[in-house]
Nanobody, 126 residues
């Protein structure tokens, strides 16, 4: 049974930093495309960052590029999202997702991912 468990969310002031984690069981994160999405109240779930299974190359939404880093620790089977210079508009529930191990395609659509965590709340105060 696949489980993705996010942790590390919380309340942070604008301009601050926060890291969230996604611990996986039932799958190996290095063999999947792993992604982070977020969903604010009243809005659709949107792509934040992704990391490819082979080589670990990363890609980001333009709204977070330069402020966010996705990484993974294969030994811990965990994926991380490190966020800096946070803004109030970054407030959302952040979800970890696992998708197919594609070689070159960039997976940005939520429907392309097969497994999801329960989410962790990140709130940025102004």
């Amino acid at each position: 049974q696949v489980q993705l468990v996010e942790s590390g969310g919380g309340l942070v002031q604008a301009g601050g930093s926060l890291s969230v984690s996604c611990a996986a069981s039932g799958l190996t994160v290095s063999r999947y495309t792993m992604g982070w999405f977020r969903q604010a109240p009243g809005k659709e779930r949107e792509f934040v960052a992704g990391i490819r299974w082979r080589g670990g190359s990363t890609y980001y939404d333009d709204s977070v590029k330069g402020r966010v880093t996705i990484s993974r620790d294969n030994a811990k089977n965990t994926v991380y999202l490190h966020m800096n210079s946070l803004k109030p508009e970054d407030t959302a529930v952040y979800y970890c997702a696992a998708g197919p191990a594609v070689l070159t395609t960039i997976l940005r659509a939520a429907g392309e991912y097969n497994y999801w965590g329960q989410g962790t709340q990140v709130t940025v105060s102004s």
